[in-house]
T-cell receptor, first 114, second 116 residues
Framework: GAGVSQTPSNKVTEKGKYVELRCDPISGHTALYWYRQSLGQGPEFLIYFQGTGAADDSGLPNDRFFAVRPEGSVSTLKIQRTERGDSAVYLC????????????FGQGTRLTVV | DAKTTQPNSMESNEEEPVHLPCNHSTISGTDYIHWYRQLPSQGPEYVIHGLTSNVNNRMASLAIAEDRKSSTLILHRATLRDAAVYYCILRDPEMNYGGSQGNLIFGKGTKLSVKP
């Protein structure tokens, strides 16, 4: 009965390294969203999954960012060759299928690139 | 995606009602109006949503204009814990599996301050 879980809660990495951020959505939720949020800004949309497929990946800033959801549940956001500008809180949310319903957010992963 | 317009910030006194406005003049007939809020250092949380009729829940009320081009989130008695950024979002329900409907795009929101 847990909510959306994101791991790790904090990640510090060196510039140029590869990182993976994990999101465990609420069981049975078909839709899964990734956002990133910089200090003082609203959540910036990255990618939206329906089931296993990306329904909308127009928010991914460049080809260093990639996300998967191979079995339609857990999702991983992958960032290659990290840059200092990638430092932000990465948020994940899930919802049952249908825009009539609410989305539930995790607490986020704070990524710091040094 | 249809867009929303909200004031950048608002202030309220504790235990007084708060009316947070949102304009969405380009709303489509199938868009639901969703409200989320984000408390400091937390992920956003759902507040309320509606389509045409006014809605009430334990957190707030949502008043939707008859032409649906605007809506107002009403907190009946603001508390210090209601200080947050409030986001008004239009969300088109998924009509076909695999489509991009159902996405949830945040704008800048309204930062609500509550004074004791």
């Amino acid at each position: 009965g847990a909510g959306v879980s994101q791991t790790p809660s904090n990640k510090v990495t060196e510039k140029g390294k590869y990182v993976e951020l994990r999101c465990d959505p609420i069981s049975g939720h078909t839709a899964l969203y990734w956002y990133r949020q910089s200090l003082g800004q609203g959540p910036e949309f990255l990618i939206y999954f329906q089931g296993t497929g990306a329904a909308d990946d127009s928010g991914l800033p460049n080809d260093r960012f990639f996300a998967v959801r191979p079995e339609g549940s857990v999702s991983t956001l992958k960032i290659q060759r990290t840059e200092r500008g990638d430092s932000a809180v990465y948020l994940c949310a899930s919802s049952p299928v249908g825009g009539r319903t609410e989305a539930f957010f995790g607490q986020g992963t704070r990524l710091t690139v040094v | 995606d249809a867009k929303t317009t909200q004031p950048n910030s608002m202030e309220s006194n504790e235990e007084e009602p708060v009316h947070l406005p949102c304009n969405h003049s380009t709303i489509s007939g199938t868009d639901y109006i969703h409200w989320y809020r984000q408390l400091p250092s937390q992920g956003p949380e759902y507040v309320i949503h509606g389509l045409t009729s006014n809605v009430n829940n334990r957190m707030a009320s949502l008043a939707i204009a008859e032409d649906r081009k605007s809506s107002t989130l009403i907190l009946h008695r603001a508390t210090l814990r209601d200080a947050a950024v409030y986001y008004c979002i239009l969300r088109d329900p998924e009509m076909n599996y695999g489509g991009s409907q159902g996405n949830l795009i945040f704008g800048k929101g309204t930062k609500l301050s509550v004074k004791p």
